[in-house]
């Protein structure tokens, strides 16, 4: 039986001219057909980037990609192009590029089908099948611009599956889901699998995709590190040259340090500490303590708002009769399914949007009532804006994004600022990537590049949107503490909309939100 899949000894070179950037180096993978095989790896890690070579959306530097018994290096961009419409399902981690906001739901669904050939009635009827699978029915006449972002998320997976596809590649499917959505998503994708006979590949940092895999590999610095089948059966890999890469929790545990012992014994191989024991693991510190603060104050208030896109028998109300208070110097969460009014809430204090009715009063100001250039220059004044696309300038630097948007807003220049820049940069664990154009970053960098820069210009209000929906858990949790220390330690107004667990249990509220109305504010 031929693999679906056979790369062998990829390596991928981003050449720039800040220097060269492997995001593989030597990375070996077969899939079988049928076969679902969840990829997971910390962000930076190459899984991205092996799903754009599998895609034939870029080359490998080095080494051999067979997909479908075609050689993707040699494959002609026409050629490519034909083989992704007729046998791939790609789902981008950018899924609001796979969305033409001239469409309505139910026909970017069926558009696929539509340039293949598919009668209307037909592909209507798949689209209404697949929007009814992930609960999104009610909204297969509403554009996508109107829904919110793990609403689109999903519209996007049905967009990729519509055509049945023999392989899908799925990048970060899940991301900006809640839990209940995140396992409808992963289902509709298995299914896949198992009634069409499709292979899928799916790349993740979620360790809930293993949950419908038949085999989850991982990748460390552009290389297979180990893998383990769904009975859980785990393999290191043993790759060109025969190196293998223990995990650190095994050699600490065996007391092996900076050197070891390979010897062959009666059951293999048996590696012992040859040098000094590795340092234990770290105890688990005490948070260090949070200064006294004084009572809270109201930095900004949401007062009988009303919000609805569309009109008549389309319109959709998001919330109907709001209220909420978002305390100074606190950081709060905000909480509930994709679709609840997260999105739009934010959107409405950073007077990006006013609502229908109601008031958004924001450090004293009704935001609701300020045209747009004086909206704008509030909130260079006092707002910064994490949305869900990091909005960067792909041909600037990580250290130059941060820098610009510090002297937009008239804080600091020269040195200080460069320094500013590269301090939270660093806190967020971009030390190694100050000087490297974003363009060339991973998703989860880039996402971590976007929050240094909102938290170096030292804002009143900082208002970001699932600031983790793309980042390992490790990348999470560092982000959830640097938020809550903005607010604590800082003095700022945090307001987060997140389903990440790791996020909400850093915060001082948690604000649920059902059907656009606040639950236990």
């Not at 899939?31 to 959306?57: C, N």
């Not at 909204?139 to 899908?168: F, K």
């Not at 998503?185 to 790349?203: C, K, N, P, S, W």
Request: with cysteine; glycine share 10%; aromatic share 2%.
């Amino acid at each position: 039986m031929n693999p679906v899949i056979d790369a062998r000894d990829l390596f991928r070179i981003h050449r720039s001219a800040e220097g060269e950037a492997a995001a593989l180096q030597g990375l070996t993978l077969h899939v079988d057909p049928g076969e679902v095989v969840a990829v997971l790896g910390p962000s930076g890690s190459g899984k991205s980037t092996l799903l754009r070579i599998l895609a034939g959306l870029e080359r490998p530097s080095a080494g051999t990609a067979r997909v479908l018994g075609h050689d993707m290096a040699d494959l002609r961009p026409r050629r490519a192009a034909a083989l992704r419409a007729r046998s791939l399902g790609i789902v981008d981690q950018h899924y609001h590029r796979s969305l033409p906001p001239e469409l309505r739901c139910r026909e970017i669904v069926g558009l696929q089908l539509a340039m293949l050939g598919v009668a209307a009635a037909e592909r209507d009827r798949r689209a209404a099948e697949l929007l009814d699978r992930v609960g999104l029915a009610d909204a297969a006449e509403t554009a996508p611009g109107r829904l919110s972002g793990g609403e689109q998320q999903r519209i996007a997976i049905c967009a990729a599956v519509a055509h049945r596809p023999a392989l899908l590649l799925a990048d970060e499917p899940a991301g900006e889901l809640d839990a209940q959505n995140v396992a409808v998503a992963y289902e509709l994708i298995a299914e896949l699998a198992r009634d069409e006979g499709a292979t899928v590949v799916l790349v993740s940092h979620d360790p809930a995709a293993t949950t419908v895999a038949d085999r989850t590999v991982h990748i460390r610095d552009g290389r297979l590190s180990d893998e383990a089948s769904a009975g859980g059966v785990s393999a290191i890999v043993v790759g060109s040259g025969g190196w293998l890469r223990l995990p650190e929790e095994l050699l600490r545990d065996a007391g092996v340090g900076r050197l070891a012992r390979a010897e062959r014994s009666e059951h293999g191989i048996l590696i012992t500490p040859a040098g000094p024991a590795a340092a234990p693991a770290p105890e688990e510190q005490a948070p260090a303590p949070v200064p006294a603060r004084a009572a809270p104050t109201a930095a900004a208030e949401l007062r009988d708002v009303r919000m609805r896109y569309g009109e008549g028998r389309r319109a959709r109300v998001v919330l109907d009769g709001f209220d909420a208070t978002f305390a100074s110097g606190r950081m709060t969460a905000l909480t509930g399914r994709s679709g609840s009014g997260k999105s739009t809430v934010l959107r409405l204090l950073a007077g990006m949007e006013h609502p229908g009715a109601g008031e958004v009063v924001v450090l004293g100001t009704d935001v609701s009532r300020l045209d747009r250039a004086a909206a704008a220059a509030f909130r260079r004044r006092h707002v910064a804006v994490v949305a869900q696309e990091a909005g960067l300038v792909d041909y600037l630097s990580a250290t130059e994004n941060v820098t610009l948007a510090m002297a937009m807003r008239g804080i600091g220049e020269g040195e200080p600022a460069l320094e500013t820049a590269a301090t939270w940069l660093s806190r967020l664990g971009l030390g190694h990537r100050l000087e490297h154009r974003v363009a060339r970053l991973s998703a989860g960098e880039r996402q971590r590049v976007a929050i240094a820069r909102a938290l170096a210009c030292a804002p009143d209000l900082l208002l970001v949107d699932e600031p983790t929906s793309r980042l390992d858990q490790v990348n999470a949790a560092v982000v959830g503490r640097i938020l809550a220390d903005a607010a604590r330690l800082h003095g700022a107004t945090i307001v987060c909309a997140t389903h990440d667990p790791l996020v909400t249990e850093q915060a001082d509220v948690v604000m649920p939100l059902e059907a656009g109305s606040a639950v236990g504010a």
